[in-house]
């Protein structure tokens, strides 16, 4: 299966957070499954870095290289066909990096590894 991570999913995975659940968590250790981390991910982290609303440790750029490597976790760019996806969502959710991954997910055929439930009243799948 593909598994997009959505955000906090990314986060939590990397530093062991508790609020990770045990089926997501048991999802990206199977080998089976190829991960995926958006370009708009990083976007969003680095805009809520700057913002002083994450405190990430120094080298955090560093760190987030390592454990992509290291977890076999692709990068995944954002596509003009990903944007236009957005123009046929609902405007149930408006925070506009969750609805670019929303859309990255359909596009591509992947699950989107959430705890969002906002996300899950989207037609896309989610796993988490």
Not at 29 to 45: C, G, M, R, V
Request: proline share 2%.
């Amino acid at each position: 299966m593909n598994l997009l991570f959505d955000t906090h999913a990314f986060l939590w995975f990397i530093s062991g957070d508790k609020r990770m659940s045990e089926t997501s968590k048991a999802a990206v250790l199977d080998t089976k499954n190829h991960l995926f981390f958006s370009a708009a991910s990083y976007w969003e982290i680095c805009i809520k870095q700057s913002l002083g609303k994450l405190g990430l440790i120094a080298g955090w750029q560093n760190v987030f290289d390592t454990e992509l490597a290291t977890n076999d976790i692709k990068w995944l760019a954002v596509e003009k066909s990903h944007c236009q996806g957005i123009v046929h969502l609902p405007m149930t959710h408006r925070d506009p990096f969750d609805r670019l991954l929303i859309s990255q997910a359909q596009t591509e055929g992947m699950a989107l590894l959430t705890a969002d439930e906002t996300i899950k009243k989207y037609s896309v799948k989610t796993l988490w």
